[in-house]
């Protein structure tokens, strides 16, 4: 793979993307809903497609297989738990939907703060989110990095890889918002799929088909076949990954806010069955490239070398190599835009907003837009710091955004919550999982991934039982939410609200 080879194929996309991009403004959006939420309008088949790839980032194509490459099969069985998770978005799915329409929320945190009723608690869960997602966000951009360092042989280098990602977000999220990020997100999600699974058949080929490369595995590393393998899923180890990841569908902002976006319920079903199909196949996708490299590239120093170096290899024509590269890097895009497009909502919304009480639609719009570009530097600064191991890095930060997960179970489930329960309980479990980090991930033998939604349960129960809840504003919420929200749905649908 020529580095003249890598820059045309990254022209091409740029075309490809920037007319779509454009295709996809209808005028230009004046209030925060049309912005960030699309108006919510969205049909089914982009929702699916547009989650998938917001979900599905660097830190799969990059990241599960460096983890599968370091690991072995255990790292299947830790994004199985994932995959497991998302049946969490048929439960609350609907109820995010159905809260969304009914009070006109645009981010999860102001969710929180109308149920609690409680600006500071918008503002806390708000300010939480950014400390852990944009870390989150530049490992995304160190992915890219790596990508493109590994596929070129150091011709381009890591900054470069980072600072092209950036600009690219950037630009994608300001031609229409979340309009011209869902219609790219396709594109990009359609080319992910395709070109990796051709891949992946072609890389399997080239070592001999299924059967050899299991057998091969089996007679000289048949510790990848097993859990723990050489040590790295211990089950302490597989529970810190596993339990933050397995609300990620909750936790994530960037995530739960498309939960407000679908145009109806069907719209909603649409979306998640999409996105459980194409998980499924990426899934195994990433699993098999991570084994693959093992047999094919015995000794790497960076495990997250190992998806650059199949690119790169002879199993892989050039130009199916760079379509993936391509894929990859359209990936990190829409994860990366998408988390700008959120937290700069948030911070406009639920902080600007709340501090500055009566401020327009307008203004707030403004705001976030000021803002997105500040979350970006951010980002690119703690990317250069090329901390290692993109995948468990990605898990460190759920590990914080889990926090925020009792008060969302609660809103719903637990009218006795209040509003301290939520401040208590997001403050004390971030600061905890941090403190965990610090001192080398394990306390009392557990890591933070274990602790973070620990802590915060134990604190939101715990406070919330010695204080009083907001009744009120929790019956005015919960009026919305009914028992069976999917009958209520279709009775609104029936109902022209749609």
């Known amino acids: ?45 982009v929702s699916a497609l547009s989650y998938s790839a917001t979900t599905y980032s660097a830190f799969m194509m990059v990241g599960l297989a460096g983890l599968t490459y ?79 360092q590994g596929t070129t ?49 072609l890389v399997i080929q080239g070592l001999g088909g299924f059967q050899v490369l299991f057998d091969t595995l089996a007679a000289e590393r048949p510790e990848m076949l097993v859990v723990p393998g050489e040590g790295l899923f211990t089950f302490t180890t597989f529970l810190g990954l596993t ?31 999409g996105f459980l199909v194409f998980g499924f196949i990426y899934t195994l996708v990433s699993v098999l490239w991570g084994l693959s490299a093992v047999v094919a590239f015995p000794g ?6 190992a998806t650059p170096s199949l690119l790169t290899s002879g199993h892989v024509p050039p130009l199916l190599g760079v379509i993936v590269m391509i894929g990859i890097l359209a990936a990190a895009v829409s994860t990366i ?39 970006a530097l951010l980002a690119l600064g703690f990317a250069e710091l090329q901390l290692s191991l993109i995948a468990v890095l990605s898990v460190a930060a759920s590990a914080g955004l889990v926090a925020v997960v009792p008060a969302i179970i609660g809103a719903f489930y637990w009218r006795q919550g209040t509003a301290t329960g939520v401040l208590v309980s997001v403050i004390v ?36 039982l010695a204080s009083r809840p907001a009744h009120a504003a929790a019956d005015e919420f919960l009026a919305a939410v009914p028992q069976s929200p999917g009958r209520t749905l279709r009775v609104v649908e029936k109902g022209g609200e749609r």
């Open 429 to 464: 479990a971030s600061a905890f999982v941090l403190f965990v980090y610090a001192i080398g991930n394990s306390f009392l033998g557990l890591p933070a991934g274990v602790w973070g939604i620990v802590v915060a349960s134990l604190t939101f129960v715990g406070v919330s």
């Open 243 to 273: 339990i933050p990841w397995f609300f990620f569908s909750l936790s994530n902002p960037q995530v739960s806010q498309r939960l407000f976006m679908p145009a109806s319920l069907s719209a909603m079903r649409q979306m998640l069955l």
């Open 70 to 148: 370091a690991g072995g099969v255990g790292a299947l069985g830790f994004e199985i738990v994932y995959f497991a998770g998302v049946s969490l978005v048929a439960v609350f799915g609907p109820r995010f939907w159905a809260v969304g329409k009914a009070f006109g929320f645009v981010t999860p945190s102001e969710m929180l703060g109308r149920r609690y009723d409680s600006r500071a608690v918008a503002i806390v869960v708000a300010l939480s989110n950014c400390l852990f997602l944009i870390p989150y966000a530049a490992v995304q951009l160190a992915g890219i990095g790596y990508l493109l």
């Open 1 to 45: 793979m020529t580095v003249s080879l890598v820059w045309w194929a990254i022209a091409g996309y740029l075309a490809i993307a920037i007319v779509i991009a454009f295709l996809s403004r209808q005028g230009k959006s004046q209030d925060m809903s049309g912005y960030f939420l699309g108006n919510r309008q969205m049909n089914g088949f």
């Open 300 to 305: 790497l120093d960076n495990a997250d070398l």
């Open 337 to 375: 835009d998408s988390i700008m497009l959120t937290l700069s909502s948030m911070v406009a919304r639920d902080v600007y907003g709340n501090l500055k009480p009566g401020s327009s639609e307008a203004r707030q719009l403004t705001v976030g837009k000021w803002v997105i570009p500040v979350i």
């Open 153 to 201: 042989q150091g011709a381009v280098p890591f900054t470069a890889g980072v600072l092209l990602a950036t600009a690219l977000a950037l630009f994608f999220s300001y031609i229409a918002g979340i309009r011209s990020v869902m219609w790219t997100d396709s594109l990009q999600a359609i080319m992910m799929i395709v070109a990796s699974t051709l891949v992946t058949f």
